[in-house]
C-alpha cells in the first residue's frame, strides 16, 4: 500500500527529531531523557500564553500557543521513537491517530486532559494532542510547515557557527526567523524532500 502523503510528512519529521536528538546527545535513546515531562511542562506555558486567569483581561496569544504546540510535538516524537525504531509504523499509528481526535469541552480542558494523560501514562497521546489542534484551528499542513521550519533552521544554526558565535541572526535588514518565514511560504510542503529545500534556500540567503 502506497503510503500518504500525511504519514510521508510524518516520517520527516520522525528523522529530522531523530537528527535533533543526536545533536545533543548521539546516544540520546540510551539515556533516559524524560520527553513526558517536557510535554506536560509545555502544557502549563501554552495554557499562560491562551490565558486562564479570571481575575484580569487575557487576550489569548495565538501564534506563541501554535508554537507550545510544535514544540510539544518535537517531545511527543521523541517519546514514540523511544519505542520503535520503525518510523514507517510510528508514522502509519500517528496518522491513524490524528483521524481519532478526542477533546473535551473547550481548549483549556482538552489541554488539561493532554497533560494529565502524559503524567498518567508517561507517554505521548496523539488523539487529545490533536483536539487541541482542532480547537485552536491549526490544520496538520500547518504544524508540518511550522515544526519542520523550525527544525531546519535550528540545524542551520548549529552548521553555520551558532555555538562559537560566529553565526549572523540578521542579513540584508532581516532576522533568520523571518527568512524562514518567506521561505517555507513559497514552498511547496508535501515535497518529499521539503526539509532539504527549505535548507538550500536559507543556505542560498546566508551571507557568505
Not at 501514562?121 to 496538520?140: L, P, R, V, W, Y
Not at 560566529?166 to 523571518?178: L, V
Request: aromatic residues 12%; hydrophobic residues 35%.
Amino acid at each position: 500500500m502506497t503510503a500518504s502523503t500525511k504519514q510521508k510528512q510524518l516520517v520527516t519529521m520522525l528523522e529530522l527529531q531523530d537528527g535533533m536528538n543526536k545533536k545533543v546527545h548521539q546516544d540520546w535513546l540510551n539515556q533516559g531523557f524524560e520527553w513526558y515531562r517536557a510535554i506536560w511542562i509545555e502544557c502549563g506555558e501554552m495554557l499562560d500564553h491562551y490565558g486562564w486567569k479570571w481575575w484580569k483581561h487575557q487576550q489569548p496569544e495565538m501564534e506563541q500557543v501554535k508554537l507550545e504546540l510544535v514544540d510539544i510535538f518535537h517531545f511527543g516524537l521523541s517519546c514514540r521513537l523511544s519505542d520503535s525504531d520503525d518510523l514507517n509504523k510510528i508514522a502509519e499509528t500517528l496518522e491513524y491517530e490524528f483521524s481519532d481526535v478526542r477533546t473535551n469541552n473547550e481548549f483549556r480542558t482538552t489541554l488539561e486532559d493532554l497533560a494529565l494523560n502524559t503524567l498518567q501514562t508517561k507517554s505521548f497521546n496523539a488523539q487529545i494532542f490533536a483536539g487541541c489542534m482542532q480547537q485552536i484551528d491549526m490544520s496538520f499542513d500547518e504544524l508540518f510547515t511550522s515544526y519542520v521550519g523550525k527544525n531546519v533552521l535550528n540545524f542551520f544554526r548549529q552548521d553555520h557557527g551558532y555555538k562559537d558565535g560566529s553565526y549572523i541572526k540578521e542579513w540584508n535588514g532581516k532576522e533568520d526567523n523571518e527568512h524562514l518565514v518567506e521561505v517555507v511560504a513559497k514552498l511547496d510542503s508535501s515535497a518529499s524532500d521539503f526539509a532539504k529545500q527549505v535548507y538550500n534556500e536559507l543556505e542560498e540567503r546566508y551571507p557568505q
